[in-house]
């Protein structure tokens, strides 16, 4: 999505001005549901990076299959695949890889395909996500993972699944740096809250213009002015948790906690923010916390709908305040702020599914 | 990529995977005949398999529509509600009047935001004058001489006026659109927590607190949407009928038999009990009436009917077949009815990767048909709006003041809004020399009038709930029980068309689980029997009105003819062309025609 009038030849010209791309990539396993949540971002707007309303803010070129202009046939007009084999040859630079969706194991077949986005040119076939991860994040300036399925493996990575799915950074190491010496940017949330994207898009931007420091990450990856805080701690029903007020039935006004909400634990600034434009939520207007953002979604918190473990020891003295409850969370953080162990590359499927092709 | 001679025929292989400006990845590929200015033929493929129906098994069911919703991202709500649906039949639940009101109340936002930012950020922009002048540049011209018949009612002068708005980003209307996608969203947000993944729906009712800021907030915004429609729905008659004006014949660009199904959506709590045994009844008293329409004519509205007729093939998809390899799980429905192997509730799904070979199995993507006793039918949904308005208005049932069913045609009936008078709009059911027509322009002209209608609708819900609340019946939930063992069915719309869930629940947990939304059924592929899919047989002997030559070629009637369906699903549709100078450099003959 460029500026929409510009002919094919004035787009070239544009790029000898220095042009950032956004090349985004929506094949992993996914709903694309962080596609269309960015579509509702309005602090800032997709439309606001776009036509570059900020002072400073550099020249963007986003490839978005979502609401991308060009959609003419591969490898003849306007085919929009051609940026992907572009950035691949190292004839686009610098750009920007975001990844929605979970990275599924394709090695766990002889043949097929779980998920692909165009084609081969050597083999016809459909070219897988990891396939696409090996060529491009050599050439990348940095990667964006956005959403859980992206970032930590997601709904698609639960127990029992097929394809092996994991996270970008279970994928490339947890420790990878771009030819910038950046390390992949994890921006979790099922889907995303809008506005956190857009804004990590927006701080990313002004770092590859030099002018903001390297982006504050915590050890999941994530930004961390964005999810420091626990939902809990945003949680306009906090109050009520205070008092020991605890809802036994949806639709009441009272802490959620005994009838499933994970809030006490996890990381999110949704109840503070809320969805968009300061409206909806979670826990704030009624929703149990699922813990969509978190890397042990959904597994640990499952069956969402009953109380959480501890969450009664700690709602029960919930008037002692200080050292005892920190304690207790701590050590649920560690073990919810993890991913289960199957999420891996490899040959093998640990995810307890017997494959009928094996 | 290549081209070849098929009974003396020049046919030009092409390509488009990954489709843009739709919700997912597909990919179509096909095989046209220049000379004729015809697709010849058309396959479409979706390139991703997830395993919903593998993970959610032995799960707790009350699980069920918080994993399901993520099975779209665009429409997830509409999953999740059908999974409550499903869920409440289960538990035998039924929720508080009032939690209706406001499901029906969030699910109407979505149809309006869905469709809004679908017709104009996506399709729109294959209308736009950018693309119609790299396309068709004869018929901009045209568009800028041509007067709009209802320039009062939306203000753009000329044809090629509207065609501007619509230019992406620039265009004055596709950023209001864009706009009002999010005041959209925001309603959806009020009732339903999150958009897409709701926070606040669960079996027996909704955890939303229910106030009289909530419903509010609500009107404010659907008052300022009414408006909208006043100009939309206008505009787009204007902008359509100019395309059959100035493409004599572009009433074939993707036609298809009249084979449209609908499921029927917003229940009406005071008559929706969730129980099987009166689903027939319940279903004829939904605020979208379901029913399977043939050649124009209505076969039946009786869920039960609609439930029973729905067979699985898996044709040219990558599973194996689970007949002769399982048991049924379900012999007969509640009814006492038999139910097929082939039904979703005794499916399984055993994926078995392989090469993608257009000439046996090329797409993760099954076929859902619909057996009417005699043949099995690939029904389609035309995107939504279409078979959702068809079958309310042969059906003759719906009558609520603000909108209303003539068993010929729908009422629209819009209050006065801030800036326009009251406004009544009528959907008529299209035609063509007679004949009953359903194809692209029919597809995306009756998604602009379905936003009104649901609109219309809308102020019926809030008015009743708010109702409710003013009456001090603000409890939102309703108690349940899981059993250990049930099997239970939803049915809704999805934003795109039929969605069905169909659950076993075998000692306290999920035992089978099968979702099937729209895009199967659009994007299903030749099934055991040979007969393709609705995308493939729209897009098969479409004719070509685009001006440019093989090598500048877009594909823009193709593009029209699949977008008019609102592809969504997490899948691909792929098209092929070839010639061009490009293509000829090829070595390797493309998967299309490789084994
Ligand atoms: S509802 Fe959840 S996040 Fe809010 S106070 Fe209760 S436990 Fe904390
Ligand atoms: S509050 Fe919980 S469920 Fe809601 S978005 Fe944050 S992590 Fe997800």
Same mark, same amino acid.
């Given at each position: 999505?460029?500026?929409?009038?510009?002919?094919?030849?004035?787009?070239?010209?544009?790029?000898?001005?220095?042009?950032?791309?956004?090349?985004?990539?929506?094949?992993?396993?996914?709903?694309?549901?962080?596609?269309?949540?960015?579509?509702?971002?309005?602090?800032?707007?997709?439309?606001?990076?776009?036509?570059?309303?900020?002072?400073?803010?550099?020249?963007?070129?986003?490839?978005?299959?979502?609401?991308?202009?060009?959609?003419?046939?591969?490898?003849?007009?306007?085919?929009?695949?051609?940026?992907?084999?572009?950035?691949?040859?190292?004839?686009?630079?610098?750009?920007?890889?975001?990844?929605?969706?979970?990275?599924?194991?394709?090695?766990?077949?002889?043949?097929?395909?779980?998920?692909?986005?165009?084609?081969? +040119?050597?083999?016809?076939?459909?070219? %897988? *996500?990891? &396939?696409?991860? #090996? @060529?491009?994040?050599?050439?990348?300036? $940095?990667?964006?993972?956005?959403?859980?399925?992206?970032?930590?493996?997601?709904?698609?990575?639960?127990?029992?699944?097929?394809?092996?799915?994991?996270?970008?950074?279970?994928?490339?190491?947890?420790?990878?740096?771009?030819?910038?010496?950046?390390?992949?940017?994890?921006?979790?949330?099922?889907?995303?809250?809008?506005?956190?994207?857009?804004?990590?898009?927006?701080?990313?931007?002004?770092?590859?213009?030099?002018?903001?420091?390297?982006?504050?990450?915590?050890?999941?990856?994530? +930004?961390?002015?964005?999810?420091?805080? %626990? *939902?809990? &701690?945003?949680? #306009? @029903?906090?109050?009520?948790?205070?008092? $020991?007020?605890?809802?036994?039935?949806?639709?009441?006004?009272?802490?959620?906690?005994?009838?499933?909400?994970?809030?006490?634990?996890?990381?999110?600034?949704?109840?503070?923010?809320?969805?968009?434009?300061?409206?909806?939520?979670?826990?704030?207007?009624?929703?149990?916390?699922?813990?969509?953002?978190?890397?042990?979604?959904?597994?640990?918190?499952?069956?969402?709908?009953?109380?959480?473990?501890?969450?009664?020891?700690?709602?029960?003295?919930?008037?002692?305040?200080?050292?005892?409850?920190?304690?207790?969370?701590?050590? %649920?953080?560690?073990?919810?702020?993890?991913?289960?162990?199957?999420?891996?590359? $490899?040959?093998?499927?640990?995810?307890?599914?017997?494959?009928?092709?094996? | 990529?290549?081209?070849?001679?098929?009974?003396?025929?020049?046919?030009?292989?092409?390509?488009?995977?990954?489709?843009?400006?739709?919700?997912?990845?597909?990919?179509?590929?096909?095989?046209?005949?220049?000379?004729?200015?015809?697709?010849?033929?058309?396959?479409?493929?979706?390139?991703?398999?997830?395993?919903?129906?593998?993970?959610?098994?032995?799960?707790?069911?009350?699980?069920?529509?918080?994993?399901?919703?993520?099975?779209?991202?665009?429409?997830?709500?509409?999953?999740?509600?059908?999974?409550?649906?499903?869920?409440?039949?289960?538990?035998?639940?039924?929720?508080?009047?009032?939690?209706?009101?406001?499901?029906?109340?969030?699910?109407?936002?979505?149809?309006?935001?869905?469709?809004?930012?679908?017709?104009?950020?996506?399709?729109?922009?294959?209308?736009?004058?950018?693309?119609?002048?790299?396309?068709?540049?004869?018929?901009?011209?045209?568009?800028?001489?041509?007067?709009?018949?209802?320039?009062?009612?939306?203000?753009?002068?000329?044809?090629?006026?509207?065609?501007?708005?619509?230019?992406?980003?620039?265009?004055?209307?596709?950023?209001?659109?864009?706009?009002?996608?999010?005041?959209?969203?925001?309603?959806?947000?009020?009732?339903?927590?999150?958009?897409?993944?709701?926070?606040?729906?669960?079996?027996?009712?909704?955890?939303?607190?229910?106030?009289?800021?909530?419903?509010?907030?609500?009107?404010?915004?659907?008052?300022?949407?009414?408006?909208?429609?006043?100009?939309?729905?206008?505009?787009?008659?204007?902008?359509?009928?100019?395309?059959?004006?100035?493409?004599?014949?572009?009433?074939?660009?993707?036609?298809?038999?009249?084979?449209?199904?609908?499921?029927?959506?917003?229940?009406?709590?005071?008559?929706?009990?969730?129980?099987?045994?009166?689903?027939?009844?319940?279903?004829?008293?939904?605020?979208?009436?379901?029913?399977?329409?043939?050649?124009?004519?209505?076969?039946?509205?009786?869920?039960?009917?609609?439930?029973?007729?729905?067979?699985?093939?898996?044709?040219?998809?990558?599973?194996?077949?689970?007949?002769?390899?399982?048991?049924?799980?379900?012999?007969?429905?509640?009814?006492?009815?038999?139910?097929?192997?082939?039904?979703?509730?005794?499916?399984?799904?055993?994926?078995?990767?392989?090469?993608?070979?257009?000439?046996?199995?090329?797409?993760?993507?099954?076929?859902?048909?619909?057996?009417?006793?005699?043949?099995?039918?690939?029904?389609?949904?035309?995107?939504?709006?279409?078979?959702?308005?068809?079958?309310?208005?042969?059906?003759?049932?719906?009558?609520?003041?603000?909108?209303?069913?003539?068993?010929?045609?729908?009422?629209?009936?819009?209050?006065?809004?801030?800036?326009?008078?009251?406004?009544?709009?009528?959907?008529?059911?299209?035609?063509?020399?007679?004949?009953?027509?359903?194809?692209?322009?029919?597809?995306?002209?009756?998604?602009?009038?379905?936003?009104?209608?649901?609109?219309?609708?809308?102020?019926?819900?809030?008015?009743?709930?708010?109702?409710?609340?003013?009456?001090?019946?603000?409890?939102?939930?309703?108690?349940?029980?899981?059993?250990?063992?049930?099997?239970?069915?939803?049915?809704?719309?999805?934003?795109?068309?039929?969605?069905?869930?169909?659950?076993?629940?075998?000692?306290?947990?999920?035992?089978?689980?099968?979702?099937?939304?729209?895009?199967?059924?659009?994007?299903?592929?030749?099934?055991?029997?040979?007969?393709?899919?609705?995308?493939?047989?729209?897009?098969?002997?479409?004719?070509?009105?685009?001006?440019?030559?093989?090598?500048?070629?877009?594909?823009?009637?193709?593009?029209?003819?699949?977008?008019?369906?609102?592809?969504?699903?997490?899948?691909?549709?792929?098209?092929?062309?070839?010639?061009?100078?490009?293509?000829?450099?090829?070595?390797?003959?493309?998967?299309?025609?490789?084994?």
């Amino acid at each position: 999505m460029t500026t929409p009038t510009k002919s094919a030849t004035s787009k070239q010209r544009k790029q000898e001005e220095p042009v950032i791309h956004i090349l985004w990539m929506n094949a992993g396993l996914s709903c694309d549901g962080d596609s269309v949540a960015l579509t509702a971002a309005t602090q800032p707007s997709i439309e606001d990076i776009v036509l570059g309303v900020f002072p400073g803010l550099p020249k963007v070129a986003v490839h978005w299959p979502l609401i991308d202009y060009e959609s003419g046939p591969m490898q003849g007009a306007d085919a929009f695949i051609e940026w992907f084999f572009k950035a691949a040859r190292g004839e686009l630079d610098p750009f920007v890889l975001v990844v929605e969706g979970s990275i599924p194991n394709e090695s766990l077949k002889r043949e097929g395909y779980w998920t692909g986005f165009g084609n081969n +040119p050597d083999t016809g076939q459909p070219m %897988t *996500v990891p &396939e696409w991860l #090996d @060529r491009l994040a050599p050439n990348a300036t $940095g990667i964006i993972a956005a959403g859980t399925c992206a970032t930590y493996g997601g709904i698609h990575a639960m127990a029992g699944n097929p394809t092996g799915a994991m996270g970008v950074a279970d994928y490339l190491g947890w420790d990878w740096r771009s030819k910038a010496g950046l390390p992949i940017v994890n921006v979790p949330g099922c889907p995303i809250q809008p506005d956190n994207l857009s804004e990590t898009v927006l701080y990313l931007l002004y770092q590859l213009a030099g002018q903001a420091p390297m982006i504050p990450l915590d050890q999941a990856l994530r +930004p961390t002015w964005l999810f420091t805080a %626990t *939902v809990h &701690e945003g949680c #306009d @029903r906090a109050g009520y948790y205070e008092q $020991g007020q605890f809802a036994t039935e949806y639709g009441t006004p009272e802490c959620l906690v005994k009838i499933g909400c994970w809030g006490p634990v996890v990381k999110c600034n949704v109840p503070k923010r809320g969805w968009m434009n300061g409206i909806g939520g979670c826990p704030n207007v009624g929703g149990i916390c699922i813990a969509c953002t978190m890397p042990g979604f959904p597994d640990k918190f499952m069956p969402f709908m009953d109380e959480p473990p501890g969450a009664h020891v700690s709602s029960t003295i919930s008037e002692a305040y200080g050292s005892v409850i920190r304690t207790l969370r701590g050590f %649920t953080f560690r073990t919810v702020d993890k991913e289960p162990k199957w999420r891996r590359k $490899g040959r093998e499927l640990l995810t307890g599914y017997k494959a009928p092709w094996s | 990529m290549t081209t070849s001679s098929e009974q003396g025929r020049e046919l030009v292989e092409m390509a488009w995977d990954p489709i843009t400006r739709i919700v997912g990845s597909l990919g179509v590929y096909c095989k046209i005949d220049f000379a004729n200015r015809q697709v010849a033929e058309c396959y479409s493929t979706s390139s991703i398999f997830r395993g919903y129906s593998i993970f959610m098994k032995g799960k707790d069911p009350r699980d069920a529509h918080f994993i399901t919703s993520r099975i779209c991202g665009i429409c997830g709500d509409n999953h999740a509600t059908c999974s409550v649906y499903a869920q409440n039949m289960a538990y035998g639940v039924r929720p508080p009047h009032l939690a209706e009101w406001i499901i029906n109340c969030g699910e109407a936002a979505e149809y309006m935001f869905d469709h809004n930012i679908y017709q104009e950020n996506l399709v729109g922009v294959d209308y736009c004058e950018k693309m119609v002048r790299e396309t068709n540049p004869g018929v901009l011209a045209k568009a800028e001489r041509t007067e709009a018949p209802h320039a009062e009612d939306h203000g753009y002068k000329t044809i090629a006026d509207i065609m501007r708005s619509l230019n992406p980003l620039e265009g004055d209307f596709y950023r209001e659109a864009l706009a009002m996608s999010r005041l959209t969203r925001e309603m959806f947000c009020l009732m339903e927590g999150r958009h897409v993944h709701p926070s606040t729906l669960y079996p027996g009712g909704v955890g939303t607190v229910a106030t009289v800021q909530l419903f509010t907030d609500y009107m404010t915004r659907l008052m300022r949407y009414v408006e909208f429609m006043k100009r939309v729905v206008p505009m787009h008659d204007d902008l359509f009928d100019f395309f059959y004006d100035a493409l004599p014949g572009y009433e074939n660009v993707g036609r298809r038999r009249v084979l449209l199904g609908c499921w029927g959506s917003l229940n009406d709590p005071d008559h929706c009990d969730f129980t099987y045994e009166n689903m027939g009844d319940w279903g004829r008293k939904m605020f979208v009436t379901p029913g399977v329409i043939v050649d124009g004519r209505l076969v039946t509205n009786d869920l039960v009917d609609i439930n029973l007729g729905i067979r699985i093939l898996l044709g040219s998809s990558y599973y194996d077949d689970w007949v002769g390899a399982t048991d049924p799980f379900v012999t007969h429905d509640p009814l006492g009815n038999p139910v097929d192997i082939r039904h979703p509730w005794n499916q399984h799904t055993i994926p078995r990767p392989q090469k993608r070979d257009f000439t046996d199995k090329y797409s993760w993507v099954m076929s859902p048909r619909w057996f009417d006793g005699k043949d099995m039918l690939a029904l389609d949904t035309g995107g939504g709006p279409i078979a959702r308005l068809w079958s309310t208005a042969l059906n003759g049932l719906v009558d609520i003041g603000y909108v209303k069913s003539t068993g010929h045609s729908v009422l629209i009936n819009l209050p006065r809004t801030a800036t326009k008078p009251e406004k009544t709009f009528e959907w008529k059911i299209p035609t063509y020399k007679g004949e009953p027509l359903s194809n692209a322009l029919e597809r995306n002209r009756a998604r602009s009038y379905f936003q009104a209608y649901v609109a219309a609708c809308a102020l019926h819900f809030a008015e009743q709930g708010l109702n409710e609340v003013r009456q001090g019946r603000t409890q939102t939930w309703e108690p349940f029980t899981v059993p250990d063992e049930a099997i239970s069915c939803g049915f809704t719309e999805a934003v795109r068309g039929v969605l069905s869930h169909h659950m076993v629940i075998r000692n306290g947990k999920i035992a089978n689980y099968h979702p099937y939304p729209p895009t199967p059924w659009n994007a299903s592929v030749r099934d055991s029997y040979g007969t393709p899919g609705p995308y493939e047989d729209a897009v098969q002997n479409t004719p070509i009105f685009e001006e440019n030559s093989p090598e500048n070629f877009k594909g823009i009637d193709i593009m029209r003819a699949i977008r008019s369906f609102d592809p969504c699903l997490p899948c691909g549709v792929h098209m092929y062309l070839g010639e061009g100078k490009l293509l000829r450099t090829l070595h390797s003959p493309h998967a299309f025609t490789a084994p």
